[in-house]
């Protein structure tokens, strides 16, 4: 497995989000531990008050809607309800390869669920005990 090169403007699990399923962000071939976009996105937006609402469900709407770092999506959700509303979102996991069961707490930046699972092969190289 090839490890996934983290974009640093793009840490949101809104960036992640292509189809309604969990979809695989970050992993290395060696290490049990693997982070996962998990949960819906779903946006109600418009750029002026009087435009029809569109809904966002997938990254590449995001993007076209003009909505391509972290920081325009904080500025687009400052804006208020009426332009920009979050009715669903996505976040990460951290997921063991070995073990099906366990999953980390939501995670809302990869690059912080990246360095979890690193911490969590540091101390459980083999993955979690059983």
């Known amino acids: ?21 969990h979809e695989s962000v970050w992993g290395v071939e060696g290490n049990p531990f693997f982070v996962v976009r998990n949960g819906e996105m779903r946006f109600h937006a418009r750029r002026e008050l009087d435009d029809d609402v569109e809904i966002i469900r997938y990254t590449d709407r995001l993007e076209r809607f003009g909505i391509t770092t972290d920081k325009e999506l904080e500025a687009w959700l400052d ?11 996505p976040w990460f996991e951290v997921w063991s390869a070995n073990d099906t069961e366990y999953y980390s707490e939501p995670m809302f930046n990869a690059q912080e669920a990246k360095e979890f699972a690193i911490k969590l092969f540091a101390e459980f190289p083999d993955g979690i005990p059983s």
């Open 1 to 21: 497995m090839t490890e996934t090169i983290l974009n640093p403007d793009k840490l949101s699990p809104e960036f992640w989000v292509w189809e309604t399923n």
């Open 79 to 89: 804006k208020g309800d009426e332009y920009f509303h979050s009715a669903m979102n």
